[in-house]
């Protein structure tokens, strides 16, 4: 299974104007707890997840 989390910058609303502030990690793993958690370890510090993707 495939998790993708669009990330963005911990200060500024949600909504900014600015896209080349937000990022996409992935990761896969056998199952999707396993991939949310490995993607989840991908965020840098100062960074809050957006929004989750998967492949189901």
Do not use: S
């Not at 990330?7 to 080349?20: C, F, S």
């Not at 502030?21 to 992935?26: E, F, G, S």
């Amino acid at each position: 299974m495939e998790v993708v989390l669009t990330i963005g910058p911990l200060t500024g609303p949600e909504d900014q104007e600015d896209r080349d502030l937000y990022q996409r990690v992935k990761a896969e793993a056998d199952d999707y707890e396993a991939a949310l958690t490995l993607a989840r370890d991908l965020v840098p510090d100062g960074f809050r997840v957006l929004n989750i993707r998967t492949d189901r």
